[in-house]
């Protein structure tokens, strides 16, 4: 059976009490280095000394060791001793009260130097420059005009308000301003639909003097001189006034011998012309290196599209062959000009019901042949649906 020496149980103890004072509480990390350095600041002992074992004694003889029995034994002085994990690092941690150490340092607490020196004049005065700002906002300031007109926008506008001139009109007490209002009128030369509002128009009458001036010429109206000289009960002729307005007439031809077209005769037309929708269904072939710049009644200008050459038009029983230009969304199917008239040698008879006739002759046959006219309609293709292939599907 193994038992410890002496040496061996101290140590023992000594590892017991140190475990016992280590596990007494948590401690802080000053705590714990302050007796990291009360340990060593103790001397150290060899551990190797202290726990190899003691060399075995010799036996001498009986009577040497009866003399040594009867001599009192001295204890050596006795070495402190260290545990052999002293020296290791406290495996505890507390957590510190005032800072958190892995947070970045306060922007606050770590403050920009400013500059050494600041250079001022011993006269200025912080004060001195507020009193006299004060004073200046309260004084008054004399301007020139160029001062005036080149700081401020808003001066300068007025002025170019109050120097510009104007159109006005004349204060005249003997010009009168009527308003008129006029019928629903029937429809007009170009119109599709008709009107669905009446139309107002302003008359500036001017005031003429009741006698004109001496010497004047005076041509009397002739309505008025047969009314003054009726006799006294006796009821006056009607008379026959013009219509507002009277609606277009057409033709209807056989156009490249496919489908009859409604073509209106227009006089003021110094070309033939055909909207493209027409052109399309007819498959017409035409030159688009041929284009001319058609100019509207009212001022717009639009380019043609090409030229169709050798159209054929069959009227009745007379064949024409035609130059046409094609149009991009007119306002009509085909419009018969100029060059009509004079292949043709058209004569136009009107009547009072407001029908109207043609006598057209053939060139190339001599024939002659009169056709009624009829009123012309809405065009036949209004518009062309300009979307692609791709919007077409959607």
Known sequence: MYQLTDVERIQSLERELFALRTRGGVRTRAQAQVDRDSREDMPKVDNHHSMSPTPAVPREAPAHQAAASTRPRTPAPAEPLVHPFANAPDATYAPPRDRNIGALPNGSAFKKDGPAYKTTAPIYDEKV????????????????QRELLSLAP????????????RRTPPKDPNQVRTLYQDAELPYAI???????????????????????????????????????SLSPGQIPQPLVVAKESSALRSIIPLVDHQQLVEC???????V??????????????????????????????DKSLGLARNVPFLIGDITLYLQVHIIRNPAYDVLLGRPFDILTESVVKNFANEDQTITISD????????????????????????????????
């Open 129 to 144: 420059a507020s009193e006299v700002y004060n004073r200046a906002m309260s004084t008054q300031v004399t301007l020139t």
């Open 264 to 270: 209106v005769i227009d006089p003021g037309s110094q």
């Open 272 to 301: 033939i012309a055909m909207s493209d929708g027409i052109c399309n269904e007819l498959a017409l072939i035409y030159d688009p290196e041929v284009v001319l710049n058609m100019q509207s009644a009212n001022g717009e200008i």
């Open 363 to 394: 060139p190339n046959t001599g024939r002659k042949a009169t056709i009624p006219m009829v009123r012309r309609g809405p065009p036949r293709i209004l518009y062309r649906d300009n979307s692609g292939f791709r919007d077409s599907r959607n």
């Open 190 to 228: 170009d119109d599709l639909d008709p009107p669905t509002s009446t139309v107002s128009s302003f008359a500036h009458i001017i005031h003429q003097p009741e006698t004109p001036p001496p010497g004047s010429l005076v041509v009397p109206d002739c309505y008025e001189q047969y009314l003054s």
């Open 154 to 165: 808003e001066v300068r506008s007025q002025v170019r308000e109050a120097t510009s001139a």
